[in-house]
Nanobody, 118 residues
Framework: QVQLVESGGGLVQAGGSLRLSCAASGTIFSINTMGWYRQAPGKQRELVAAITSGGSTNYADSVKGRFTISRDNAKNTVYLQMNSLKPEDTAVYYC????????????WGQGTQVTVSS
């Protein structure tokens, strides 16, 4: 059984920073792309940032220059460093990973709340 466990959310003032972590555990043969999505109240879930196993990254336009995604393949962990946070970044952030265990499958974390006050 594969699990993604997120940590690092919380309440921060506008302009502040937070770092999210997501660790994959269980029977894992390989991990391809890992990413972060977010969902604000009343809105659809959207991609924030993603990183391939080779380190290629892509970002939503709204976070470019402020957020940085990285991963530690030895620890099966992906990170999201969020700087210059804005109130519109407030959302539940979900970790996502394409993992080959018994079969290839996309897994989701349970979500972590990020709240940015103005």
């Amino acid at each position: 059984q594969v699990q993604l466990v997120e940590s690092g959310g919380g309440l921060v003032q506008a302009g502040g920073s937070l770092r999210l972590s997501c660790a994959a555990s269980g029977t894992i043969f390989s991990i391809n792309t890992m990413g972060w999505y977010r969902q604000a109240p009343g809105k659809q879930r959207e991609l924030v940032a993603a990183i391939t196993s080779g380190g290629s990254t892509n970002y939503a336009d709204s976070v470019k220059g402020r957020f940085t995604i990285s991963r530690d393949n030895a620890k099966n962990t992906v990170y999201l460093q969020m700087n210059s946070l804005k109130p519109e970044d407030t959302a539940v952030y979900y970790c996502n990973a394409a993992i080959t265990s018994v079969v290839p499958k996309t897994y989701w974390g349970q979500g972590t709340q990020v709240t940015v006050s103005s």
